[in-house]
């Protein structure tokens, strides 16, 4: 009887640190993933400026930053466009793929329309914010990496001529 309560002692020590072993290796890989797939993505301040007088579209410069030791692919991005945190439009125009060697910026020009008619009217004395998501891909990763973004753009009332 002894015998039977030292293997089920045995047992349960190797049980709990196999366990600890695996949440243990997955968190490293995890953290691994996120230091290595660094990808910054901020709005260029001051870049904004509405198309038209009635607020119906507007420009604004994304900066890209690939910060992480491989070349990397931002495949798709989602970005909306929000009066004082309220659904205001988004980017409709189709992506098309980015790449960034490691350390290289780029600059892009997105349209953003504005689709909700009762936010329209406000688009000069809103708080303008940005947020969505990208996905990236990197040469020497197996896996794509999902990134939330988010900006504050702020009020902006400046209309091209």
Do not use: C, H
Request: glycine residues 10%; charged residues 20%; aromatic residues 12%.
């Amino acid at each position: 009887m002894r015998g039977f309560w030292l293997v089920i002692g045995v047992s349960v020590l190797l049980g709990l640190s196999g366990a600890w072993a695996i949440v243990e290796g997955v968190s490293q890989y995890n953290s691994t993933l996120r230091a290595y797939a660094s990808m910054e993505v901020r709005y260029v301040p001051d870049s904004f400026v509405w198309l038209d007088p009635t607020y119906g579209s507007g420009t604004a410069t994304i900066r890209f930053t690939n910060g992480s030791p491989s070349a990397a692919t931002v495949e798709a991005m989602q970005l909306f466009l929000r009066f004082d945190g309220e659904f205001a439009g988004s980017s409709y125009d189709a992506w098309e793929p980015l790449k960034l060697r490691p350390g290289e910026t780029k600059d892009v020009d997105l349209l953003f329309t504005v689709t909700s008619g009762s936010q329209q009217p406000r688009g000069g004395e809103a708080t303008l914010t940005i947020n969505g998501w990208v996905r990236v891909s990197y040469l020497d990763l197996d896996r794509t990496v999902t990134l939330n973004v988010g900006d504050r753009i702020g009020v902006v009332d400046r209309v091209r001529e």
